[in-house]
């Protein structure tokens, strides 16, 4: 079996129209654009797999060495990357008619939890993601904080909406120091949905880890491990995240996390092929008992269907990954076209009496802006919100417009 053809196309899934202008605005066009990359084989098979983003050059670098290959010479390889392996093991799992994750090992779970995930926005738009959220089935939502949003009054408003159970998963960015990660961890605490806490502090500072996890009410989670996983043995953390790692290099640190008996999950940026080929891996792995993270429910179609249920997704049993692509929804996806971005002004309000304006999307602005602004600094609990003023076509709009060319503008209004 030699892979022969390789199939590009550019996908533009649509983002749901409740909250599309607040994830662009966000993110920019980060979230408008797949790729969905179909490999063909000499005997007639198909793999399907796909990675976040257009048809970029240096991502097409990395499928092109699979051409004339066995697919299966890339089962477990450390340089494959984790955006080209779900059509691998969807192409030896085929040839060998049994489901992916018998290329892994014994299947441990049936049902594998997974997570929501979402951009931080007004406490009253993070309570209609989670809300959002459970009608697609999650009981974990996971969210960046910002500086430039209360967290706790996120908190808050999601609680009151709530349903018993359901969690969720704070990554703080690694941007404080223990001691007031450890008071937001006490804050947080009086919310019985605050479920876990990732990357606290820099990756490096292991101390700082420890110290946490010894004093923290809210279970950490360490993403980019400096020491490849070993800091399982150590003790540096409650669990760990597998964050867009190569299949290979999953499998030796799940081996860390099973010896050190300790929980991590993994986190994939995809739709619901990136899902399903998550699902296959947790179903073999011993210790991916965690909430295990992508980014299907961010759109309101895709080209697979893998459902949702309880806060989990089934194993599929079918040969390979076991789902099927939907060539009428792939064509329809890949010939829609992408609006541009909402014209409107970031507003953020700080205090006291203090407004800033400046130009989206929000990951354009300085990392630490919060830091430069009256009123806010290091903290989670500031009295700070970051809103959106659409142009409504009025002479403020305009010439405000006009004096964020140059970067953000802040007016003391009172």
């Given at each position: ?8 196309h550019?996908?533009h ?56 290959t ?5 089962l ?7 955006w ?7 192409l ?45 089935g999650?009981?974990?939502?996971k969210?960046?904080?910002?500086h430039l949003?209360n ?69 950490i ?77 961010m ?10 249920i309880?806060?989990q997704?089934?194993?599929?049993e ?77 002479a403020a ?8 060319a ?9």
């Amino acid at each position: 079996m030699r892979i022969t053809d390789i199939e590009l196309h550019e996908i533009h899934p649509p983002i749901p129209e409740w909250n599309r202008d607040e994830v662009r605005l966000s993110s920019g066009g980060n979230w408008d654009t797949r790729t969905v990359v179909v490999l063909h084989t000499d005997n007639g098979l198909e793999g399907i797999t796909e990675w976040e983003g257009p048809c970029r050059d240096v991502r097409v670098a990395d499928v092109e060495p699979l051409r004339g290959t066995n697919p299966a010479r890339w089962l477990g390889h450390p340089s494959l990357p984790i955006w080209i392996a779900p059509a691998i093991y969807d192409l030896v799992g085929k040839a060998m008619e049994v489901p992916a994750y018998q290329l892994i090992g014994p299947k441990v779970r049936s049902w594998v939890p997974v997570s929501s995930w979402t951009v931080s926005q007004t406490p009253a738009r993070m309570a209609q993601e989670l809300e959002d959220a459970v009608s697609k089935g999650h009981r974990w939502l996971k969210f960046h904080t910002y500086h430039l949003h209360n967290v706790i009054e996120q908190t808050r408003a999601m609680q009151q909406v709530a349903p018993d159970g359901f969690k969720i998963h704070y990554d703080i960015n690694f941007d404080n120091s223990p001691d007031e990660v450890l008071t937001l961890a006490r804050q947080l605490a009086q919310f019985p949905a605050a479920g876990l806490i990732e990357d606290p502090v820099r990756s490096h500072d292991l101390q700082g880890h420890i110290h946490l996890r010894e004093r923290s009410p809210l279970p950490i989670i360490l993403h980019h491990c400096p020491l490849g996983g070993r800091e399982a043995m150590m003790g540096v953390a409650d669990g760990y995240m597998l964050g867009h790692s190569p299949v290979g290099q999953t499998l030796r640190r799940a081996g860390l996390y099973e010896a050190a008996n300790v929980p991590f999950m993994m986190q994939n940026n995809g739709g619901n092929i990136t899902l399903a080929m998550v699902v296959h891996m947790a179903a073999a792995l011993e210790r991916a008992t965690l909430h295990h993270v992508t980014l299907g429910r961010m759109w309101s179609e895709d080209v697979v269907e893998l459902p949702v249920i309880g806060g989990q997704v089934e194993v599929p049993e079918r040969p390979g990954l076991g789902i099927t692509l939907d060539r009428e929804k792939l064509l329809r996806l890949t010939e829609r076209s992408v609006d541009p971005l909402p014209n409107a002004l970031l507003r953020i309000d700080h205090g006291p009496g203090y407004v800033t304006c400046a130009r989206p999307p929000i990951i354009n602005l300085p990392r630490d802006i919060h830091l430069h602004l009256p009123g806010v600094g290091d903290g989670y609990d500031l009295p700070v919100d970051l809103t959106y003023w659409h142009n409504d076509a009025s002479a403020a709009f305009e010439k405000m417009w006009s004096q964020t060319a140059a970067g953000p503008m802040t007016e003391k209004i009172n």
